[in-house]
């Protein structure tokens, strides 16, 4: 094959991925799921059926190191299905590039990630994020595309959180909303 056409086919080949694809489809932004249902699934691992199990899975996996970083995983997972990412949190963490197998997890590292879980799918915990929908360990040392610093939301423990829209949207929208209720 020629290098032309081997080049081109790469090209073709990575710009179709579905995690490219997703990232450049509706500029960023993802207000809507159903024809990206079937984008990134991973089939290796067996994927838990309630939600309470995906979430309590990716927290425990992603964040175990402290509480309030179980809470601002699982508050990821919650906004992406606040905002249309999915129509569950185990279609939301299925789709995205969150962890959710464990294998052999320490009992009480577990049940803290499940009652973590619990809390925020109730809204008994507040959103220490800021709204993120993105984060990333803070030891990175090539930082993901859509990590940029008007789109950071907070620091907490092992990870770095962001939005999707910068922080004068997300003032100005809060503002909006605040004038709303009164």
């Known amino acids: 094959m020629s290098n032309k056409l081997t080049k081109a086919l790469l090209i073709l080949a990575f710009t179709a991925s579905p995690v490219v694809a997703k990232a450049n489809h509706h500029g960023g932004q993802h207000k809507h799921f159903h024809h990206h249902s079937r984008a990134n699934y991973r ?3 067996a ?11 990716t927290i425990y996996r992603e964040a175990r190191n402290s509480d309030s970083n179980l809470q601002a995983v ?12 999915g129509y569950s949190y185990c279609h939301v963490i299925r789709i995205g590039r969150f962890v959710y ?15 973590v879980a619990k809390k925020v799918m109730e809204g008994e915990l507040p959103d220490n994020t800021g709204g993120a929908v993105f984060f990333h360990a803070k030891w990175l040392r090539h930082l993901p595309n859509w ?4 789109h950071r939301t907070a620091r907490i423990d092992g990870n770095v959180f962001y939005s ?4 004068e949207l997300r003032v100005a929208q809060a503002q909006e909303q605040s004038t709303d209720l009164e």
């Open 147 to 150: 990590a940029k610093a008007s």
């Open 43 to 45: 089939h290796h691992a």
């Open 101 to 115: 197998s464990v294998r052999n997890p320490n009992p009480v590292d577990y049940a803290r990630a499940q009652d």
């Open 74 to 85: 699982a508050n990821v997972a919650k906004n992406r299905v606040i905002g249309g990412w």
């Open 164 to 167: 999707d829209r910068p922080a």
């Open 47 to 57: 994927m838990p059926q309630d939600d309470l199990t995906c979430l309590a899975n």
